[in-house]
């Protein structure tokens, strides 16, 4: 399995990208799997249903399975929250797997950056971001920049840069 990321701020268009660059990776052959990262709350479980009943009860763990998905929920309950490589070893098997998120962590990503957002290019202090992905120019930019529409190029750049799981950093941070 190798491994490569989308770092960018809030509303930059990481999700966006993903839903037009995973159908060209799967067309090419590749499996893909991602990992989302969510600096808030979250609830993957509707209120009302019986899963969600046993985990409001106080059950640690939840296992939903039918014939077309499964989901496991695990509550942390006071918990520290699990590293990135703690989490890559809990996937299946694929070729690819797109980190979106743990933009401090110690793996190569495609930084996605919108001038309208108004916040700053990440590339510069951080060495792992290998290309930016804009809606324009970036004439500042210290590293390759691709336009989001050229969907080809960005899945060749998270093919080629990527890296096999097991090289990842030790010294990753969360953020």
């Known amino acids: ?57 106080g059950a640690s763990e939840v296992f939903v399975s039918s014939s077309r998905r499964w989901a496991h929920i695990h509550e942390l309950r006071g918990e520290e929250e699990p590293e990135l490589k703690e989490i890559l070893a809990r996937l299946k098997p694929v070729d690819l797997v797109i980190v979106e ?43 390759p920049v691709l336009l989001l529409d050229d969907i080809e190029k960005i899945a060749d750049v998270l093919l080629i840069e990527s890296i096999p799981i097991d090289r990842l950093d030790e010294r990753t941070e969360k953020v």
């Open 101 to 143: 998120g743990f933009k401090r962590h110690h793996h190569p990503k495609l930084e996605v950056y919108r001038a309208a957002v108004g916040k700053p290019l990440l590339h510069p202090e951080d060495d792992w971001i290998v290309a930016v992905a804009s809606d324009a120019a970036v004439p500042e930019a210290r590293v």
């Open 1 to 57: 399995m190798r491994i490569i990321g989308l770092a960018g701020w809030s509303g930059s268009g990481k999700t966006t990208l993903l839903a037009r660059v995973i159908p060209a990776l799967v067309q090419r052959g590749r499996t893909v799997s991602t990992v989302k990262h969510a600096h808030h709350g979250f609830d993957v479980d509707i209120p009302g249903k019986d899963s969600h009943t046993h985990r409001s009860a």
